[in-house]
């Protein structure tokens, strides 16, 4: 089993940054990758970024690319996602998940709370 809990949501108006944190627990979380989705309202949910498991490897949907970055800190079991620049359509809830398959929402097994991000323009 994994627990997985998100941090670091909020309100920001356009153009701001934000920086959201997964934290892992209850497995080796050096050994896993660690992907970001997101779901906007009345929307499905949506492939944001994925990390490798030694973070050497990273990748981006179309949407967020250019103005997200992931990253992860193996020693604190956390895994990162900064956002820049970022734009009304970024409103979504975020979520982390691990124990799947690139991009397929759902090959993910495990899968954190959520955390709310709203953009004002």
């Known amino acids: 089993q994994v627990q997985l809990v998100e941090s670091g949501g909020g309100l920001v108006q356009a153009g701001g940054s934000l920086r959201l944190s997964c934290v892992a627990s209850?497995?080796?979380?050096?050994?896993?990758?660690i992907a970001w989705f997101r779901q906007a309202p009345g929307k499905e949910r949506e492939f944001a970024a994925r990390?490798?498991?030694?973070?050497?490897?990273?990748s981006y949907g179309d949407s967020v690319k250019g103005r997200f970055t992931i990253s992860k800190d193996n020693a604190k079991n956390t895994v990162y996602l900064q956002m820049n620049s970022l734009k009304p359509e970024d409103t979504a809830v975020y979520y982390c998940?691990?124990?799947?398959?690139?991009?397929?929402?759902?090959?993910?097994?495990?899968w954190g709370q959520g955390t709310q991000v709203t953009v004002s323009s």
């Open positions: 990390i490798s498991s030694t973070g050497s490897t990273t």
């Open positions: 998940a691990t124990g799947g398959v690139g991009t397929l929402e759902k090959t993910y097994e495990f």
């Open positions: 209850g497995r080796t979380f050096r050994n896993y990758p």
